[in-house]
């Protein structure tokens, strides 16, 4: 059981280019989030997602946008890398209610330089 | 709008002795909160969670949480701490009413020491 994938897991930018984090889970999960850590920041919420098609912002969505066309997949694009996204990006899923517990990946490294 | 504290950024115990990691919160409806732990190099996993019912919850590898509303707190408690606990923990929350909008603290460092 994969559970939640995310690629790449390390990427280096330059400041202006554009890349897409991808994440994937295999569990059904309608909930899907992307989340950034820094450090002595904890996790913050960019993006996150309810269900195929409908998509919301979290705390931090600035630079960032996402698209959810089917149930697996919620990938997170960022169109001109700054060097404030440097960061660590996780990528998490979850059903709601009594059986709610978010599932992450293992995460994604960006650095932009 | 909801919010999630967690006044410690690092908490030391001797291996043995009890530990606590603080976590208080803020939410207009009712809270669904949760703890996450983290290691080294490694994503999230989920420890417990409190949705409604007993205010004391037990979770994994011994940990357990209690659920205050007069304070609006959820603290994390372990009664004997071990080495292998040491880790970066994280107190989340979210409003029952709200769907999806989880919103995690900075994180507590938990150092056990043998």
């Known amino acids: 059981n994969a559970g939640v994938t995310q690629t790449p897991k390390f990427r280096i930018l330059k400041i202006g280019q554009s890349m897409t984090l991808q994440c994937t889970q295999d569990?059904?999960?309608?909930?899907m989030y992307w989340y950034r850590q820094d450090p002595g920041m904890g996790l913050k919420l960019i993006y996150y997602?309810?269900?195929?098609?409908?998509?919301d912002k979290g705390e931090v969505p600035n630079g960032y946008n996402v698209s959810r066309s089917t149930t697996e997949d919620f990938p997170l694009r960022l169109e001109l890398a700054a060097p404030s996204q440097t960061s660590v990006y996780f990528c998490?899923?979850?059903?709601?209610?009594?059986?709610?517990?978010?599932?992450f990946g293992s995460g994604t490294q960006l650095s932009v330089l | 709008a909801q919010s999630v504290a967690q006044p410690e950024d690092q908490v030391n115990v001797a291996e043995g002795n009890p530990l606590t990691v603080k976590c208080t919160y803020s939410v207009s409806g009712n809270p669904y909160l949760f703890w996450y732990v983290q290691y080294p190099n490694r994503g999230l996993q989920f420890l417990l969670k409190?949705?409604?019912?007993?205010?004391l919850v037990k979770g994994s590898y011994g940990f357990e949480a209690e659920f205050n509303k007069s304070q609006t707190s959820f603290h994390l408690k372990k009664p004997s701490a071990l080495v292998s606990d040491s880790a970066l923990y994280f107190c989340a929350v979210r409003d029952g009413g709200s769907q999806g909008n989880l919103i995690f603290g900075k994180g507590t460092k938990l150092s056990v020491k043998p």
């Open positions: 998490a899923s979850s059903y709601l209610g009594r059986n709610e517990k978010l599932f």
């Open positions: 409190y949705i409604t019912g007993d205010n």
């Open positions: 997602s309810v269900g195929a098609g409908i998509t």
């Open positions: 569990m059904n999960h309608n909930y």
